[in-house]
């Protein structure tokens, strides 16, 4: 009876691009998670009322990002405002800032018009949930 022969080298090469290719799906998946930039698994907007501070940190004719609370605040005039959830509604990312009018999801690069939630730049194809807000004694209060 003969020895078993050893792996060929192409063969053992297969296999290994094999593997990495396997690996390199999987970090490509875990990029795509909502887990990662804090948006996963919560809704996107908030299920009680939510205190977001003082109302005059909101430009009149700008808008400001409260990503803790996953929340973005226009002022479109002197003691109007509006608010939208900042859970990019593509993969649930929360969008890490406000460039010239624009919220920017960081994972897949969607754009939203933090005045009126829609959707600048996909690949998101539905624009961001409305969130009442008002402002009491000074302070925004969302929810």
């Not at 799906?25 to 977001?52: E, F, H, I, K, M």
């Not at 700008?62 to 605040?73: D, F, W």
């Not at 969130?131 to 000074?138: C, D, F, L, M, R």
């Amino acid at each position: 009876m003969s020895a078993p022969q050893p792996a060929a080298r192409r063969t053992v090469l297969k296999g290994a691009a094999a593997l990495a290719g396997a690996a390199g799906a999987a970090a490509v998946l875990t990029a795509c998670s909502t887990q990662t930039n804090s948006g996963g698994g919560t809704p996107p907007t908030p299920t009680a009322p939510v205190d977001l501070g003082a109302a005059a940190e909101v430009p009149v004719g700008g808008a400001k990002l409260y990503r803790e609370e996953k929340l973005v605040v226009s002022c479109p005039a002197e003691g109007s405002y509006k608010a939208f959830s900042a859970q990019c509604t593509h993969s649930g990312c929360v969008l890490d800032k406000i460039v010239e009018g624009e919220g920017n999801c960081p994972c897949h690069g969607s754009r939203f018009d933090v005045a009126t939630g829609a959707v600048l730049r996909g690949p998101a194809a539905q624009p961001l949930p409305e969130v009442p807000v008002k402002a009491e004694n000074g302070r925004l209060v969302a929810g």
